[in-house]
């Protein structure tokens, strides 16, 4: 019997690392791995970032995709809370009844969906924001660079 919060707080908690669906499906399938990759590219992102400092290009690339990752599991942790009884039991718990209660939602279930709302909102318009100030940022060193060349450039010759 797969309980559906055990298996929303799995979600939100290991969903980043594709773990939740070993507890749902007995298996490390691919959709695991395209979870993991983009988890550890943003992982080091992140760790290029502490190394090199902020104005590492490539962290900055990188490191938006862990932020992603950890948006993307919360909302799957989202829909499994907030499936119906009913149904998560005819998709996870076939040989049971369909009013089965592994498939009920308690304080617990509806706990971790409002976890898992505020931590994917937040995580995901933290990505956005940040990945877009070091793109404009990047954007206006640029030609001031370019300037500072060409000026050198004039009253070298």
Sequence with gaps: MKN???????TLVTGPLGLHRLYLFRRFDVLSCLQLI???????????????GVDDQLSWLLAPC??????????????YGLMDAEKW??????????????????WLTVGAVVIAL?????VLLSSISVG??????YQAEQPSAVAMTAYFKKSAG
């Design 118 to 122: 505020l931590m994917g909102a937040t």
């Design 132 to 137: 877009f100030q070091r793109y404009f940022e």
């Design 38 to 52: 983009p988890t550890l590219l943003g992982l080091y992102g992140v760790l290029r970032a502490r190394e090199f």
């Design 89 to 106: 039991n005819n998709r996870f718990n076939p040989g049971a009844a369909t009013d089965d209660a592994a498939g009920a939602s308690g």
């Design 4 to 10: 559906k919060t055990a298996a929303t707080w799995l």
């Design 66 to 79: 862990l932020g992603l990752s950890v948006a993307a599991s919360s909302l799957t942790a989202i829909v």
